[in-house]
């Protein structure tokens, strides 16, 4: 990381401002004190005004630091704006074009800007690489553990889903985890199962999060960005801490809940190596089968199964069946749909529907 450059440029009127303010010292006393008017004064403190040998000694008598100091603060503003704001090459200008940048400036995930140079560094920035080989580098460890199923969207999957496997990574640094006990984890499914039943994301979100945390795993819950599909993602970040990354992508409790568990299973049974991401635009092979076959029997356990399949589909039975459970009746209309037991548009009323406000984005 020698070579990793900011995406942001700082003129040395920043620095001079910051003395201003904490030595209580007017604008116009200091426009005096160095021989200019108060309107080049205004120029030097945005960057508009360059920094020459003269001006550099008259700074370094009034402000402190030597000339040198100011002279190489200039120097440094004036190659990053070069660096900053410039042309993009193709090469540069492709691999913006594969990152959600609309989405991410919409979500504060990267400052806004309407220069392309400028959001490059930004997108390398959330990376932490230094330029777009670091980012190949990252993302081909990564994703070439990941089941992508190859599309015609497959360059935009990949870059929006590398986006939002990052934004997991910096919002799971700030959580406090035990570390990982997969026996905890697994033994802690039956309260987190529970919890199906409490509707309101502001009750059951932190009481499933402190839960995971004690087992070693870091749920986060992250909208995703334009181009990605995905609804729940899980990876390692050291042997002793987990990810589990959900979007509520259709903001329904049987969704939420069955990519919950499914991504849990993947934890559990899939070991530390490898990466997993569940949507539209990912493959869909024997371990995604097993993760769907775990998820299934800790929502509707195995001696439930069939009474499941035999269920008269009514209001009336599905709640009935949902209370002997002990899990919310949409979970269980989820299961009738998820076995084509029940039609996809059929008795949805019984699913707690969820709001994008409510879930704080």
């Not at 089941?147 to 934004?167: D, I, P």
């Not at 002793?240 to 979007?247: C, E, R």
């Not at 070991?271 to 029997?297: K, L, P, T, V, W």
């Amino acid at each position: 990381m020698s070579n990793f450059q900011v995406s942001w440029v700082s003129p040395p009127g920043e620095t001079i401002l910051d003395i201003l303010c904490e030595r209580k010292i007017p604008k116009q006393c200091f426009a005096e004190k160095i021989g200019l008017d108060i309107h080049c004064t205004e120029s030097l403190l945005s960057g508009d005004f360059e920094i020459t040998d003269g001006l550099a000694y008259q700074l370094s008598e009034f402000l402190g630091a030597d000339a040198d100091f100011w002279m190489n603060r200039e120097r440094q503003y004036r190659d990053d704006v070069s660096r900053v704001y410039r042309d993009l090459t193709v090469d540069e200008d492709d691999w913006l074009k594969e990152m959600p940048v609309s989405s991410m400036q919409q979500y504060g995930w990267i400052p806004s800007s309407k220069s392309g140079s400028k959001n490059l560094l930004s997108c390398l920035d959330f990376f932490g690489v230094p330029d777009i080989a670091g980012w190949v580098q990252q993302s081909s460890s990564v994703f070439g553990m990941a089941k992508f199923r190859t599309s015609a969207t497959f360059a935009q999957s990949v870059g929006s889903a590398s986006v939002w496997l990052r934004q997991g990574e910096i919002l799971a640094e700030n959580i406090s985890c035990a570390a990982w006990d997969k026996e905890r984890f697994v033994s802690s499914l039956v309260e987190i199962r529970a919890l199906t039943n409490e509707e309101s994301p502001s009750v059951f979100i932190p009481k499933l999060k402190e839960i995971c945390a004690g087992c070693g795993v870091a749920v986060v819950v992250a909208k995703t960005p334009d181009g990605c599909r995905a609804s729940g993602a899980t990876r390692f970040l050291s042997p002793h801490k987990a990810l589990l990354l959900l979007s509520f992508r259709y903001l329904s409790d049987d969704h939420f809940w069955f990519t919950f568990f499914h991504e849990a299973a993947h934890l559990i049974l899939h070991g530390e190596d490898s990466i997993f991401m569940e949507g539209e635009e990912f493959d869909h092979g024997r371990q995604e089968e097993e993760a769907n076959e775990y998820s299934s029997s800790i929502l509707v356990p195995d001696e439930y199964k069939d009474e499941l399949y035999r269920l008269d589909l009514s209001y009336k039975s599905i709640l009935k069946f949902s209370r002997k459970i002990g899990v919310s009746p949409g979970i269980v209309l989820g299961q009738l749909q998820y076995f084509d037991l029940a039609k996809k548009n059929h008795f949805n009323k019984l699913k707690v529907r969820y709001s994008w406000a409510e879930l704080g984005f």
